[in-house]
């Protein structure tokens, strides 16, 4: 196996193990949460039944400002509070969210390629990044699409350096995969 290759696999891996052992740890302490502590009368105290138009705003909002709120927290919140039979809708939607979201700061990163702040940027912060996308490229999109790595940043950076549209469009649709996993294991954890 060449050097260059051995380099990417052992970049994917590291970046999907982080991404596996922070969905261990935030799926246990869920897990812990609703098994092992009386959360009825809390549940009843405060409400967690927002609108859902609020929610997906709030969630659009995150994750095109580098994802602030982990998406989990929001599937947690649709598998609790809203009938059991709509889990696929909201997890179909954060996705979808997600992925526009994600091409919205590709969109912005191609429109700051031609601007003095790109210039900026790229001398003292993207600089490091623009080397991994150039040395990585769709392995960088995928990564970032599975794993907690900030989407949303990664999408701007892949499209200020040029990456091509239809190229980052196709491996972009990971970020549907983590939705769907990450999705079915809330389910699993859920106490019914």
């Excluded at 609703?34 to 959360?39: A, K, P, R």
């Excluded at 769907?180 to 809330?186: C, K, L, P, R, S």
Aim: aromatic content about 24%.
């Amino acid at each position: 196996m060449l050097r260059r290759n051995k380099v990417r696999l052992f970049f994917f891996f590291k970046n999907f193990l982080r991404g596996l052992l922070f969905f261990a740890v935030a799926l246990g302490f869920y897990k812990i949460t609703f098994s092992y502590l009386d959360l009825s009368s809390l549940k009843n105290q405060i409400t967690f039944d927002f609108p859902s138009f609020f929610v997906f705003l709030l969630f659009f909002t995150s994750e095109v400002v580098l994802g602030i709120i982990p998406p989990e927290l929001f599937m947690i919140w649709a598998i609790t509070s809203k009938p059991i039979e709509s889990y696929l809708f909201y997890v179909v939607m954060f996705s979808l969210l997600s992925y526009t979201a994600g091409f919205a700061a590709f969109l912005f990163g191609k429109y700051l390629h031609n601007t003095w702040l790109y210039d900026f940027m790229k001398r003292n912060i993207i600089g490091k990044y623009e080397r991994k996308i150039s040395a990585f490229g769709w392995l960088v999109i995928v990564v970032a699409a599975i794993t907690p790595l900030p989407f949303s940043a990664t999408c701007a950076v892949v499209g200020a350096v040029g990456f091509d549209r239809k190229k980052y469009l196709f491996y972009s649709l990971a970020r549907f995969l983590r939705y769907a996993i990450y999705g079915f294991f809330i389910w699993l954890a859920h106490p019914f």
